[in-house]
């Protein structure tokens, strides 16, 4: 059996067995990360297979991630787990203008092969301080490789590749699609930490996202299937971004669609389409269309959050709105609203 | 034996006198942050080191990087921001590394190098290494968060690293004093955490080379430890003056005085070395020192292209 459905988590997880099996040199670095269920369950039992390389730290992000910058410096391949990005604050020190500058500062020869797993973004229940993304802040940190998730079968194989990489890769891992399912393979393999994946072609319209956001536009495809010929790329990596894969789409399309899981501002989104729209080579047939978040923190009454974050409906209907169809009416449920999908992706 | 430990912490002297004169001339474009007064606890705390023994280091760093063997034509040219520098100019002053000689590398964002050390020496752990890490901090920097954490987890973890506090009473130009309040104890802070304490008198190199020693064997066993060592920085926190105007507390009579490097010549000379001997050495000394800067006046610039390269490894 090569194959078999498993949840995100659980991609994470048989990615880090399989690399500290031939990696001698990985340690993984986090609060809980020795625990049972620890971390989410993606370190669940490595603490019994490698007694002395799961290493549980205390609550100081700064100098808990400072230490793993430091064994990466001499020679070791640390992952850094830090449950919520507010956390990995603590740690900006170590993060931004250490892990990230090092190579740069020293004029190159001085690789620090760390990976971050960072998770972010929504969840119900948790208020403006347990629940940002901070993707543009990622995504502006010169000198650090950041990718987004979006399936588990991406999760196994962007983590194998981040720590092979011989850089600082942040991983930000959206708590939002911990429960997603798909079928990943077995075996151990690696992806591209620098290209954006064509998840679905089509001639329509191009649909820009990753993460969260990625999985509401394709769940949005459903909805107008057979209205709405979409080409739906999912960006992968933030830092850097693969603009070429996106051009080419859009070279094609002449229509995008870019939607983030974070307010407007310097995001992702904006800034796909503030490339898009410099290309002299490049007549579009409509105005792009940017769907996000509102200017405000997140709150925590579901009463708040129901309109905060873009859904299904809202992508299926921008897209429908863009070619000049009519949209549709969708009442979403409560789970639809309020809970992570318990989707089995493709 | 005292004649060798004359010699580099005269050369550290000399390389910062003639940094601070080609700095006056706009010849060095990088921010200096001269260790001018300090030389004893450069020179002291690495004569006790093996060579596989590693340094971090911050800011005022040309002392460590020097004390521990670092090249001196790299870091002339590195200062001067040409290609053959220690970081092929990227890094100036403040970005020193040596790793020839275990000098893993300088970082100034105060304290930023103590939780980096705690990994280096966490590797060495990791591998059952006998080497130890050693790093380098103000008085300044232990009033950052991250120190007291990185104590802790020393401790915790074992690691057999080396927490040097350089105490030359000011940060930037706030004294000591106005920082903390009178109950404030750092020995208290240090051995709380279960950290190993010693003070020494950091213009004595005799006092901090046996001090260092002696608390090295422990931690080369992982058991932490930090040694504070008092002492005076002579000139500003950046740049090349004696800020005369704005010093009330250590004036330049105290600082000449209990200064590092005289003391260490008396010391020499009474320790039996000829007054000839060492004025042959210090000429020696000031030629090579000479020499590396003509080097470094006339070595090439980076290409402009190099802007561009080595973001990524």
């Known amino acids: 059996m090569s194959n078999r459905i498993i949840t995100y988590t659980e991609a994470i997880k048989e990615a880090t067995d399989q690399i500290m099996e031939v990696d001698q040199e990985v340690v993984i670095m986090g609060l809980e990360v ?3 269920n620890g971390a989410d369950g993606t370190t669940a039992g490595l603490k019994e297979k490698y007694p002395y390389r799961i290493i549980e730290t205390p609550q100081s992000e700064n100098a808990v991630t400072g230490m793993a910058v430091g064994a990466a410096i001499t020679g070791l391949h640390p992952i850094v787990h830090h449950g919520r990005v507010e956390f990995a604050l603590f740690a900006a020190d170590q993060i931004f203008t250490q892990a990230a500058k090092w190579n740069y500062m020293f004029g190159g020869g001085h690789p620090v092969p760390i990976v971050f797993r960072i998770n ?3 969840q119900w229940g948790q208020g403006p301080q347990h629940t940002q993304a901070l993707y543009p ?5 010169l000198g650090l490789k950041v990718v987004i998730p979006s399936t588990p079968s991406m999760a196994k194989g962007l983590l194998i590749s981040a720590v092979r990489d011989k850089n600082p890769v942040i991983i930000l891992e959206p708590r939002w699609l911990f429960s997603l399912k798909q079928i990943v393979s077995i075996e151990p393999y690696d992806k591209p930490l620098d290209k954006a994946v064509v998840v679905k072609k089509g001639t329509d319209l191009t649909i820009v996202s990753y993460g969260d956001g990625l999985i509401a536009a394709y769940e949005a495809l459903g909805l107008i299937d057979g209205y709405v010929d979409v080409e739906l790329i999912d960006l992968v990596s933030i830092n850097p971004i693969d603009y070429e894969t996106v051009l080419k789409s859009v070279e094609k399309t002449g229509r995008l669609i870019t939607i983030d899981t974070t307010n407007h501002a310097f995001s992702i989104g904006s800034d796909v389409i503030a490339y898009v729209a410099k290309q002299q080579s490049l007549s579009l047939k409509n105005a792009p269309v940017s769907l996000s978040c509102p200017d405000v923190p997140v709150p925590t009454s579901t009463m708040l959050t129901e309109s905060y974050y873009p859904t299904k409906v809202d992508i299926a209907n921008a897209a429908l709105c863009l070619m000049g169809k009519q949209t549709i009416k969708h009442e979403l449920t409560f789970e639809e609203l309020h809970l992570p999908p318990n989707l089995i992706i493709e | 034996m005292l004649l060798g430990a004359y ?23 990088s921010l200096v942050h001269l260790c001018i007064g300090q030389e004893a606890v450069a020179v002291g705390v690495c004569d006790a080191l093996h060579k596989d023994d590693r340094v971090v280091g911050n800011h005022r760093s040309h002392g460590h990087y020097l004390a521990k063997g670092g090249n001196l034509k790299k870091m002339v040219c590195e200062l001067f921001g040409k290609e053959y520098g220690s970081s092929h100019g990227k890094g100036g002053s403040m970005h020193l590394i040596d790793t020839s000689v275990n000098f893993i590398g300088s970082t100034p964002i105060l304290s930023s190098a103590v939780p980096l050390s705690c990994g280096s020496a966490f590797e060495q752990m990791y591998h059952k290494k006998s080497a130890i890490t050693v790093v380098f901090m103000g008085d300044g920097a232990f009033e950052e968060g991250g120190v007291y954490e990185s104590l802790n987890l020393a401790a ?25 309040s009178s109950y404030h104890d750092t020995e208290k802070i240090v051995t709380g955490f279960g950290v190993q304490y010693m003070r020494s008198d950091g213009n ?18 992982g058991k932490p430890a930090l040694i504070e060592c008092l002492t005076y920085r002579h000139m500003a926190h950046s740049g090349p003056s004696f800020e005369e105007e704005t010093r009330e507390e250590d004036m330049i009579e105290q600082r000449k005085e209990k200064d590092s490097v005289a003391r260490m010549r008396r010391e020499t000379l009474a320790s039996g070395v000829s007054e000839d001997e060492i004025n042959t050495t210090e000429e020696d000394i000031k030629k090579i020192v000479i020499d590396a800067i003509v080097f470094a006046e006339k070595a090439p610039f980076p290409r402009k292209e190099s802007l561009y390269a080595d973001l990524y490894v």
């Open chain 1, 137 to 141: 802040l990622f995504g502006n940190a």
């Open chain 2, 204 to 221: 004595d190199y005799l006092d901090v080379v046996t001090k260092v020693r002696e608390l090295i064997t422990k931690v080369r066993t």
């Open chain 1, 34 to 36: 020795s625990y049972k």
């Open chain 1, 120 to 122: 972010v973004g929504r």
């Open chain 2, 156 to 180: 915790l973890l074992k690691l057999p690293l080396l927490f040097v506090l350089e105490n030359n009473l000011r940060s930037i130009n706030t004294r000591l004093w106005e920082r903390r």
């Open chain 2, 7 to 29: 010699k580099k912490m005269f050369l550290i002297r000399t390389v910062e006198e003639q940094i601070a004169s080609y700095y006056l001339k706009n010849k060095i474009m």
